[in-house]
Each structure stands twice: as C-alpha cells, then as structure tokens.
Nanobody, 115 residues
Framework: QVQVVESGGGLVQAGGSLRLSCAAS????????MGWYRQAPGKQRELVAS???????NQLDSVKDRFTISRDNAKNTVSLQMSSLKPEDTAIYYC?????????WGQGTQVTVSS
C-alpha cells in the first residue's frame, strides 16, 4: 500500500524560510514524478513544483526564485526549500507521487506566513 507522508511546515514571518519534506513508500516499482501542490483558502489547488526522476523540474513562476525542489530517488523522498516567504504563500501544501499512471497524495501540511 503506497503512502505519502509530509513533514515540515508551520508558522513563519514574511521573509523567512521553511523546508518541507515528503516520503513515499510501499511501491514495488520506482516512483515517477513527485512534487508539491498548494491550496490557499478560497482558491484552487495549484502546482508549486515538480521533479522527475532525472532531476528535471517545473515550478510556478511566482516561486521560481525563492523555492527549490529536490529529490532522493534511493529514499523516495522529495523536499521543497522555501525562502523569502510571502503572506501569499500561505496555504496547505500537498505532496504527490506518481507510481506508473497513478498519483498518490499526502495529507497536506499547513504553511502560514505572517506579515
């Protein structure tokens, strides 16, 4: 049974940094693309960043200069280093992982940036 578990998040002042981590487990095959979505109150879920097994990344324009995504294929983990955080980054951040054609989601972790 595949599980995706996030850690990190919390409350930080504007301009601060946070690191989100995510571990996927329970698959008999390698995980494909992994990444992070976020959903702010009253808004649709949006892709923040994704990374493929070969290290190719895709990021939301508004975070490209501030967030860095990385992964460890051997450990099936993906991390999101967030810097220069802004109040508009406040959201629930969800990790996801593809196993073949299926996508698995974590429970989400709250990130709150105070002004």
């Amino acid at each position: 049974q595949v599980q995706v578990v996030e850690s990190g998040g919390g409350l930080v002042q504007a301009g601060g940094s946070l690191r989100l981590s995510c571990a996927a487990s329970g698959s008999s095959v390698s995980f494909g693309v992994m990444g992070w979505y976020r959903q702010a109150p009253g808004k649709q879920r949006e892709l923040v960043a994704s990374i493929s097994r070969d290290g190719s990344t895709n990021q939301l324009d508004s975070v490209k200069d501030r967030f860095t995504i990385s992964r460890d294929n051997a450990k099936n983990t993906v991390s999101l280093q967030m810097s220069s955080l802004k109040p508009e980054d406040t959201a629930i951040y969800y990790c996801y992982a593809y196993e073949m054609a299926y996508v698995y989601w974590g429970q989400g972790t709250q990130v709150t940036v105070s002004s």
